[in-house]
């Protein structure tokens, strides 16, 4: 088992082996994401029951749930790959770091965005400074930091070390912001909005976010592959097993490029 | 460790002979301090309640203000790469920068915010949790902006993306030393925030060197 793992982390670390396996993947990935989905919003906007307090408005969860949870996985990703990067020099790492920044930011604001059209009609307003908002908000800061350092650094190389050592940075303090947050609203609005808590939900609303929750799973490590590719693609253009691409050599032989 | 007595010396008698440098964040400290009752509204009582978190934030932005040039004199006119091939660790750079910065910048915050305070009607009995506060907490900006600064070194106008760099990792000293104030100022016991920020120094101390070491040495092979 271990063996075999080492094999495949090394394996990982070559553009070519990396590119060919996820070729295989991306019309499975996006067939089970796309009927997941269909299957999660389908049960759980017209067959699970509405909630005896928010009425119809907490279906928002099964988009608003997964997106917070990818938000704050994908910055685990980032900042694990960041560091595989800095510690073992492994390129395939910094592009999937570079690739996942942008897509984790924007589930974090899909999570805010949602998380805003639910807090209208339950709590009566857009906004509210409750512990798990702000330090959501704190984590979508985190992804623009590591985002504008990385676009600033103009060689490649140092752009991602440098984005690799911040989202580490950013990764030690996550705990420490989080348990700041969570300190600092109990001090100073305690127990207004208990309707985050919600009691254990009814497996006929459960099932279909659990459901959503994997879909949406499926969806991000499909974006996540389709961008890595696209930066395989553009940092190998120049050699011979990207050229030999059934799909690069048409285009090179009809003159596009 | 001659070498890190020799930069802190430097370091302190530069800032001595250019005394803008470090002048011109503690005036910035000052007038964004002044804007808030001219802005919000001048009720003494009114103040009181939010001096603290006043007096803190416009204590951030001042340090980030004077972050931007930690490193960068040093980049440029290869000071750093001289240190690197002295053999000399980085981190201790890292520590020794860091500590300067905080003489230059913390410490006069920290000295001069009394003064702030009695303009913003700070409750006396809040006095002693402001200075303690910021005598403990602004080492963590410095340690802290001290990894943003080196990351951003060699950045062209990298000074506004310091700021985004670094203001978000700033959130959690923000809250525990503006509620230590508060607490204080309002007759309550401050003691365990001011140990959750000494914590943070602690942690500070330790980790964010090895940060800034390695963001310097980026600068390096660029």
């Known amino acids: 088992m271990w063996q075999w793992l080492v094999r495949l982390y090394h394996r990982l670390g070559s553009p070519k082996w990396f590119y060919e396996l996820t070729g295989k993947w991306i019309i499975w990935l996006a067939l089970l994401s796309g009927v997941g989905m269909l299957v999660g919003v389908v049960m759980g906007l017209l067959f699970a029951p509405a909630d005896y307090q928010q009425g119809d408005s907490f279906r928002i969860i099964y988009i608003h749930v997964p997106a917070a949870i990818i938000a704050q996985s994908g910055y685990m990703i980032m900042a694990v790959s960041g560091a595989i990067f800095l510690i073992w020099r492994m390129k395939m790492a910094a592009w999937v770091a570079r690739a996942v920044a942008p897509l984790g930011a924007s589930f974090c604001l899909i999570a805010l965005f949602t998380g805003a059209i639910w807090g209208k009609p339950t709590w009566g307003t857009w906004w509210v400074w409750d512990a798990r908002l702000t330090s959501m908000l704190i984590l979508l800061f985190l992804y623009f930091g590591v985002m504008a350092l990385q676009r600033a650094i103009e060689s490649e190389d140092a752009s991602h070390k440098a984005g690799a050592i911040l989202s580490l940075v950013g990764l030690v303090n996550i705990p420490i912001i989080k348990y700041s947050v969570d300190w600092w609203n109990t001090l100073h609005q305690p127990a207004t909005l208990k309707l985050t808590e919600r009691p254990p939900m009814h497996p006929d609303m459960l099932i279909p976010l659990l459901i959503m929750i994997v879909a949406t799973y499926l969806l991000f490590a499909l974006l996540v592959i389709l961008r890595t590719r696209n930066e395989i693609l553009w940092h190998e253009r120049k050699r011979s097993w990207i050229q030999e691409l059934p799909e690069v050599a048409a285009r090179i032989k009809g003159g596009q490029r | ?222």
């Open chain 2, 1 to 222: 460790m001659s070498l890190v007595r020799a930069t802190v010396r430097r370091d302190l008698l530069l800032a001595a002979r250019n005394p803008g440098e470090w002048l011109n964040p503690l005036m910035f400290f000052l007038m964004v301090a002044a804007m808030f009752p001219l802005a919000v509204d001048p009720d003494p009582a009114f103040l009181a309640k939010i001096a603290g978190g006043i007096i803190w934030v416009a204590a951030l932005l001042a340090t980030l203000l004077s972050l931007d040039s930690l490193y960068k004199a040093d980049v440029e006119d290869g000071t750093l790469e001289q240190w690197l091939a002295s053999g000399e660790s980085l981190y201790m750079l890292a520590l020794a920068k860091a500590l300067v910065h905080w003489l230059c910048s913390g410490l006069p915050l920290t000295l001069m915010s009394p003064v702030l305070a009695l303009m913003m009607a700070l409750p006396d009995d809040a006095y002693g949790a402001l200075v303690l506060s910021l005598l403990i907490a602004t080492p963590i900006l410095s340690l802290l902006g001290s990894v943003g600064a080196a990351l951003t070194a060699g950045v062209r106008s990298g000074g506004l993306l310091l700021s985004l760099l670094i203001l978000p990792l700033y959130i959690p000293v923000l809250i525990f030393a503006a509620s230590a104030v508060y607490h204080a100022s309002i007759g309550m016991s401050f003691n365990s925030q001011l140990g959750f920020l000494g914590a943070m120094l602690a942690l500070a101390m330790c980790l964010t060197p090895f940060a800034a070491a390695a963001a310097l040495r980026l600068n390096l092979s660029r």
